[in-house]
């Protein structure tokens, strides 16, 4: 008996120290190595990469230009439009809409605080350039539901185009602004149209990704039993799916919105105007005051556009609460 | 379409493989042959139903009964091919509908199927009574009318005054009604029920069961009834399929099953039920000892009796139709009185007929009423005379279980009583182990 169990003890040991000595050479391999290739000089041959895409990009641009001249019409009409809407309405009209609404849903001490922002814009001068900003946002968000939502359905409904997207996405969200700045102003010339785009580049993936997966959470007894009494797939995603998955798409849409007010500062750089331009115009010129009031400005939209979306999505999931 | 007489729906050759791409046609023999176990080891697959066939009547109530893993739950998703079989022919009204393209999928979902489920799936965002219209609804009733029909279907299943609260709002039971209520509000043929009634409490689920009765005197729909619940199986079904590990291992109604299980499996889930509530007196029925035409002779009866050396008689019509009894001197009368045969003779008040399929259990306070230890008439639905019950012999069908139970309960003292005493090895030995125990887990949902 205690033979045998000395002898599996040693085994275990015998592993133990094994694994030791490989984790030593390996290590040591990899120091001797460098110290011999010291000396040697190594080189690959260039990937042309960047030549690559300049021709890619110049290719477009000629080629594709009536493709992004259709983009172009489309992103303009839909932002005069918006952006007149919020021109044409007074600055006193907005104030007490959003303060009563404030009042009646988020409560006194939350609309307390949004007139006190508002107001403060209003004061310091800037209320024009939030509207500016705020049609621009609103544009960049409309042309990020109707593409975004989409494209999360059809991820969720293919595991494939899921996988095949989540790289896309991931390059969407992480890449510097700046990369596609300059090529969206090759193809699109500057001003406010490639900010919208540079927009949704940055702040679509949210609205993406959320869709996809607020769509698959829904719970598939529900999904089943509706299916059942002979329900297709366009009854099951308006009537059902959708529905459902309500709450958890607003939080995307929420986080999407929050990005497009980010991206304000950096659209500016190509001609967005608004708030971002005064946030510019106070960097280059060392005028600290004057950034302070637009950021601050750029501050209260967005905590008045979170609060109200959020409310909104928190109102979805008490519909949709299953118990 | 459908010939007359045949079955509402029939299940014939059934095979679901999961994880398996079906070659269309016949089962291969790579399938066919090979135990669960093996083909899970090998290809990673999981047999879920081999080659399951029966058959449903119109307006019957067909009970398929199993433990969990036994494949009743995907069995009736084929029905309606929530999950797609691999393998087999289910033919309902005549249509195979594993031939159906999507389109006449949806719509025999919508016409001729509606279901319950066990978790309800009821939609949380709409209130009761949209969840009750949602078959008409994806059948695009107009709102209006759809809506009416599932006031008036609530109303059915006893939930008038909840029409406007949402589902989350309600106890489970009664939120199984709201899905029942659907389920009829739909009005299909086939009303399949997975496990409906398993996630409630026993009190909730004997007064669904007994609504579910209720409600199917004046619907008549044919039911597809799904548990792991014997006792709801027997109390519902008017067959019963039980089936293990994918397989169907006997069909039958309750008495068949009870009285002669296929297999020691099905025999170990039959132990504990109270038979008398379950086989029926013509279990106990003897041959009359004496069984008369209406047209006999008075003279003629008299004489019979005599033979027999009996009192009274069964007289029947020339079909074999249960008319009543003629005593030896309701006879000898009409022989006086020059009748040419005994038919004015016959009392009908004095016994009580029992339909042959009256379980022993409520046949026992009609015999206890029984003045004296005459035979009591059993008859078929036509009225055809199928043989007599002796009150005695039901009264004896009871006590032998009443002692039955006695004896059962004696010997699990007993044996409790040697594993209290340290016998620990001679109980184990004789009981089978947890694992075959088919009753293990029974109320598990």
Redesign the interface.
């Known amino acids: 008996m205690k033979g045998s169990l000395s002898d599996s003890t040693k085994r275990v040991m015998d592993i133990k120290n094994r694994k030791w000595l490989i984790a030593g050479g390996v290590v040591g391999l990899f120091l001797l190595a460098s110290k011999l290739l010291q000396a040697v000089e190594l080189t690959l041959p260039r990937v042309p990469l960047a030549d690559g895409v300049d021709v890619a990009i110049e290719w477009a641009t000629i080629n594709l230009a009536p493709f992004f001249d259709g983009i172009k019409l489309v992103v303009i009409k839909l932002l005069v439009a918006i952006t007149a809407f919020f021109d044409w309405v007074p600055w006193i009209v907005w104030v007490v809409a959003v303060g009563g609404a404030a009042f009646r849903w988020l409560g006194i001490r939350t609309a307390v605080f949004f007139l006190a922002g508002l107001l403060t814009i209003v004061s310091v001068g800037l209320w024009d350039h939030a509207m500016s900003t705020i049609a621009l946002v609103s544009t960049s968000m409309v042309l990020i539901l109707v593409t975004g939502i989409p494209i999360g359905v059809l991820a969720s409904r293919s595991d494939r185009f899921e996988s095949a997207l989540r790289p896309v996405l991931d390059a969407m969200q992480t890449m510097p602004s700046f990369v596609y700045l300059i090529p969206v102003i090759f193809l699109l010339g500057s001003g406010k149209v490639p900010a919208v785009l540079a927009t949704m580049i940055y702040a679509t993936p949210p609205a993406i990704r959320l869709t996809n997966l607020a769509l698959r959470q829904v719970?598939p007894?529900?999904k089943?039993?509706?299916?059942?009494?002979?329900?297709?797939p366009f009854?099951m995603l308006f009537?059902?799916e959708l529905?459902?998955a309500v709450a958890t798409i607003m939080a995307g849409v929420n986080q999407s919105l929050m990005m497009a007010i980010s991206m304000v500062v950096i659209a500016s750089l190509i001609g967005a105007g608004g708030l971002g331009n005064d946030v510019l115009f106070a960097m280059s010129r060392v005028r600290v005051g004057d950034g302070f009031e637009a950021g601050l400005a750029i501050l209260v939209l967005a905590i008045v556009v979170d609060r109200s979306t959020q409310a909104l999505g928190q109102r979805a999931s008490k519909?949709?609460?299953?118990? | 379409m459908a010939q007359e007489g045949a079955p509402k729906l029939s299940v014939r050759g059934l095979w679901k493989v999961f994880g398996h791409e079906s070659t269309g046609g016949a089962v291969p023999a790579e399938i066919a042959n090979k135990s669960k176990e093996d083909m899970r080891e090998d290809d990673g697959v999981v047999l879920a139903l081999k080659d399951v066939s029966f058959d449903v009547n119109e307006g019957e109530t067909f009970v398929v009964m199993g433990l969990s893993g036994s494949g009743k739950s995907t069995l009736v998703r084929t029905l309606i091919r929530l999950i797609e079989p691999s393998y087999g022919q289910i033919i309902v009204d005549g249509d195979d509908i594993l031939q159906y393209s999507e389109k006449e999928l949806v719509d025999f979902r919508r016409r001729k199927t509606s279901m319950v489920f066990q978790h309800f799936g009821l939609l949380p965002h709409r209130s009761v009574l949209e969840n009750a219209a949602w078959g008409l609804e994806v059948q695009n009733m107009p709102k209006a009318k759809r809506l009416q029909i599932a006031r008036e279907t609530l109303d059915l299943v006893g939930l008038s005054g909840w029409e406007d609260y949402r589902p989350g709002a309600l106890s489970g039971g009664m939120q199984q009604r709201v899905g029942l209520a659907r389920a009829i509000a739909a009005d299909a043929d086939i009303l399949l029920m997975d496990e409906p009634f398993s996630g409630l409490d026993p009190l909730i689920r004997r007064d669904m069961q007994g609504e579910l009765i209720r409600l199917q005197e004046h619907l008549h729909k044919t039911l597809i009834f799904i548990t792991h619940d014997l006792a709801e199986a027997l109390k519902l079904g008017t067959h019963i399929a039980i089936m293990r590990d994918g397989v169907v291992i006997q069909i039958g109604t309750g008495e068949e099953i009870l009285e002669a299980p296929a297999d020691d499996y099905v025999a170990e889930f039959v132990r504990d039920v109270r038979r008398t509530t379950v086989v029926t007196v013509r279990t106990l029925m003897d041959q009359p000892d004496l069984q008369l035409r209406q047209s006999t002779t008075p003279a003629v009866a008299m004489r019979e009796m005599g033979k027999a050396g009996v009192v009274s008689a069964f007289v029947c019509d020339e079909e074999d139709h249960y008319l009543g009894m003629v005593s030896f001197n309701g006879a000898a009368e009409a022989k006086q009185r020059g009748d040419a045969t005994i038919a004015d003779a016959i009392t009908v008040d004095e016994y009580p007929t029992l339909p042959a399929d009256t379980s022993v259990e409520s046949a026992l306070p009609v015999v206890l009423e029984q003045h004296d230890e005459g035979a009591l008439a059993v008859t078929d639905e036509e009225g055809v005379l199928v043989g007599t019950l002796l009150p005695s012999s039901v009264v004896g069908a009871m006590v032998q279980e009443a002692q039955d139970a006695i004896d059962v309960r004696e010997a699990s003292a007993a044996l409790l009583a040697a594993s209290f005493a340290g016998d620990q090895e001679e109980v184990d030995g004789d009981g089978d182990s947890e694992a075959a125990d088919p009753r293990e887990g029974m109320e598990v949902s």
């Open positions: 719970s007894e529900i089943e039993a509706a299916r059942s009494f002979g329900a297709t009854q009537k059902v529905p459902l519909e949709t609460r299953t118990e």
